[in-house]
């Protein structure tokens, strides 16, 4: 069975300064995909940003960014320009892409962003 | 506009009860799936069902039943063999293509009496 483990359960940034969240996972598979999801504290579920396991390139979505290490297995993201409204719980998470289809996630990193 | 409707907010229940959280969405997504996350942790998988009438067990599926009758609607009872039912219950959604995201609800609070 595949894990996620978000290692640090809580990080602290100044606003306009920039974090790296870690993930890493553990899978045999070559075919899967990995999410961050952001929960602020509404409790909604978020998409940040999605990484295909076959593509090298590492994705971007505005400042938000990924450094996706396969071999390592490794999934950090990186906020860049941090804002208040960056403030959440980030959850790692992973998807087969031939078994189950459902999310596996990490315990998640809680976020704090100072003034 | 299309999304996740899941109701109510909050439930409580009695000890013996057996309750039952609503999860419809309008998006046309194939798949959907129920979670429940305790504080301080990630969410885990109760039920997931990729095509009407068909469900399986996820990984903490004891003392919880669903049904698929509709494409529309997916609802989660919480039977009375769950013991620790108190937690926050998420209802997701998606395409069945495998590198589509899933889209969430906002989620139900359940609550011991």
Redesign the interface.
């Known amino acids: 069975a595949q894990t996620v483990t978000q290692s640090q359960p809580e990080m602290s940034v100044q606003e306009a300064e920039t974090v790296t969240l870690s993930c890493t996972y553990d899978t045999s598979e070559s075919d899967y995909y990995l999410f961050w999801y952001k929960q602020p504290p509404s409790r909604q579920m978020i998409l940040v940003i999605r990484q295909e396991a076959y593509k090298q390139q590492n994705a971007t979505e505005n400042r938000f960014s990924v450094n996706f290490q396969k071999a390592a297995k490794s999934f950090s993201l990186k906020i860049s320009d941090s804002q208040l409204g960056d403030a959440a719980m980030y959850f790692c998470a992973y998807r087969s892409g031939t078994g189950r289809r459902a999310l596996t996630f990490g315990s998640g990193t809680r976020l704090q962003v100072q003034p | 506009d299309g999304g996740i409707t899941q109701s109510p907010k909050y439930l409580f229940r009695k000890e013996g009860q057996n309750v039952t959280l609503s999860c419809e969405q309008n998006l046309n997504h194939d798949?959907m799936?129920w979670?429940r996350q305790d504080p301080?942790?990630?969410?885990?998988?109760i039920y997931?069902s990729?095509i009407v009438n068909d469900f399986?067990k996820?990984d903490i599926a004891e003392g919880y039943s669903v049904s698929r009758e509709k494409k529309e609607s997916f609802p989660l009872t919480v039977t009375s063999a769950q013991k620790n039912p108190t937690a926050?219950y998420?209802c997701?959604s998606?395409l069945?293509d495998?590198?589509q995201?899933?889209?969430?609800g906002?989620?139900t609070r359940l609550s011991i009496l």
């Open positions: 798949a799936y979670y301080g942790q990630g969410l885990r998988l997931y990729q399986q996820g926050f998420l997701a998606s069945r495998k590198n995201p899933q889209h969430f906002d989620g």
